[in-house]
């Protein structure tokens, strides 16, 4: 059990590691599929029909505005908010820009290891880690490892859960 | 006939080569009879709509086919208790096993429904410890139908003890059974309680599914209410009144209306509430008027216990005691599942109950009240989500989509609000008690939870950008029970870490900086 004594300054430190850089060609990637996905609908309807309606027409400009203003900014910032480390004890994972989550799982409470890859992330050899306990409140993500990376984590951490047995419950 | 089974206890229940049991035959004089009742819209259609036509055939199959499942679920299943599991299996057509390994076995419900009494059989459901959050009953769930009551009380004390049981093994026989070990009593339901029954509003949803049912057959069936004389008569009364008045009539009736309701549900849900220990480490809850619920917990799967006191129980001093335990259903709301301990009752009652199944009392543990930035977080949140509503209302009333009371209404919301965030500030409050983690939070449904340190399945922390700015963070306790987790909300960044890193020691402690970086 830590001091009584009140610390004044006690804070987390971020996670030791980061993802790796490729992750920000897939975020580039996959935001721009959804912005030309948005835009091209918004620009089919405002060109085809004969009374588009008039409101189309602004937020068309503002989805172009803001379209390579998130291109540009998203990958970066998230590249900075998602940082991640492993010890033989804990999984710690730390995400989010506006509301930022720190999540700390022991590894005695770990059921499921799951790696997870979606097309863009083959392309570019990523893949996603995603670690569950038993509780409710939601899994640890790890996104944009690369695949190698995930594959050795996720053998690393079979194995040191498997060596610490119970319900984990 | 398994009733002659259950007082011979076989000697060699529990071994590899353990008797099979059937479901209760004197199910087949009911079950017939509930299906035909439940497939009756059916029959009734097949038969009045559907003369001659072809598909009056279907709705005739559909009944026999549903009263032949029903009676072949009777017949066929069959369960058994091994040394390590117990089977079950199932289907004439199709065939169904399961086995669930006995160590996996958390709780045992027994329930019986009005068609279960009148030959004194019950309904016996084995859970396993598995959270199954939400949407069903969870699939690893094995539900023997018709058992007699005295075999169900058997099937509980055979699963849910065999610790006792492997220390008496061979010799307990049927003198286990009969000499049913004696329990301690916590608590009782006491009549003086039934005071509390207005205050949860439980009769509301009913008058809103009574509305809601009578509506849809008036729709249904093309039936104008307003043409209805009576209710021309109501209407035509109250047209001549001034509208306040009708206004205060009806508001009146209605507070009637849900507090008898409300006392009646109480009645039939809540009677006969006892909540015992057995010697074995199982908290024991039975209650019900007309449809009785047993419900078990193995006390090593008890994670804490929730106070509950929604606002209008609280102004009345009353309380309800929930137990955050793994393996429990939690239902849309936690009455429904089996978690309930203490039914709405005075709070000093609750905090025994808690003290008696906690062995301390965590719950009444002074908190540490949150920094005063989190009273401006709250009172912020209230005011502006009320005031973006009226945004919203004004914004509808001004494109003409409505009129204009519904923003004003709002409006005059505003005060509560402010009210209502100045009581969420007032509730905030955390504790470490050692052994519990202690959170409260809410003002119109107030929680104080207890949740015990070696439950927590690690830790979360939340911070969003006002809080960020505010300084504070909500720490947030994954369980693998109950809710799935519980939140210390707006908790100032450094004690809500040192609250996080004293409940589970060394999990954070590498993670943590010190006094380094101060100012």
Redesign the interface.
Known sequence: ??EHT????????P?AHRVSRRAIGYWTTTGAILWILLIGLQTVIVVTSDDPPSFLRVTLVISCVLCPLHLVVMPQWRYRVHRW?V?D??V?TQSGW?????????VS?IQTVDIERDPFEQLFGLAKITVT??????PLRITGLTHDRALALADELTKTTQAVRG??? | MSSTETVMTPPDEGTQDAPWHHLDRRMLLIRPVLDLVKSLPVLLGALLFGRGEPWQWFGLAFTAIAVFTGVSHVLTSRYRITASQVEWHTGLLLRKQRAIPRDRIRTVDVTSEPKHRLFSLAAARIGT?R?S?GKGPGKDELVLDAVTVAEAQRLRTLLLHRKVETVASGSAGSAEEAAAPPEQLIAAVDKRWLRYAPFTLSGLAVVGAAVGTVYHFAHELHFDPIQFSLVQAVVGHFADTPTWLSLVVAAAGLLVLVSVLSVGGYVLSFWNFRLTREPAGTLHIRRGLITTRSVSIEEDRLRGVEIREPLPLRLAGGARCVAIA?GLREGKSADKGGSLLLPPAPLARAHEVVAEVLGADPAATPLVRHPRRALYRRLSRAVLGVLLLAAVLYGLAWLGALPDWPWQAALVLLPFAALVGWDRYRGLGHAFTGRYLVTRSGSLDRGTAAVRCD?M?????????FQ?RAGLVTV?A????G???YRVLDVA???G??LA??A????????????????
């Open positions: 059990m830590s009140t610390n004044t300054a006690l804070r987390l430190r996670p480390e010890t004890e804990a710690y506006l509301k930022q989550q720190w999540r700390i799982a022991p409470r306990t038993a509780s409710a409140a939601g319900d984990a419950t | 410890g959270h959050h793994a439950g399945t690690g830790v979360v922390v939340e911070r969003s950008y960020r947030i994954p369980v693998a029970a809710k799935g987790h960044e450094a004690d870490l040192a890193d004293r589970v020691p060394g999990l954070l402690t590498p993670f943590l900086t010190g006094e380094r970086d101060r100012g």
